[in-house]
């Protein structure tokens, strides 16, 4: 019985180890990053009535109803 709870010890050392204490806290500035951002007006951002019947989507035509 004694050898089990040397095991058992043993094993909450390493867990102990391994995820006793919590990472250290990552800063808001390290996790945002500012990019500039294109203008809308440019070529990707007109508005093509021709060609906007390539992004129409209906539940309903899609399931053949």
Known sequence: MNKGL???A???????ARFG???ERI???DMTEA???APA???NGSYDP????KFYSCL???LGL
């Open 6 to 8: 040397s095991a058992e």
């Open 10 to 16: 043993a094993e909450a050392a390493v867990r102990n």
């Open 21 to 23: 204490k919590l990472p």
């Open 27 to 29: 800063r808001l500035e």
């Open 35 to 37: 990019v500039e951002a």
């Open 41 to 43: 007006g440019g070529a």
């Open 50 to 53: 021709e060609g906007s019947w």
């Open 60 to 62: 309903a035509l899609d």
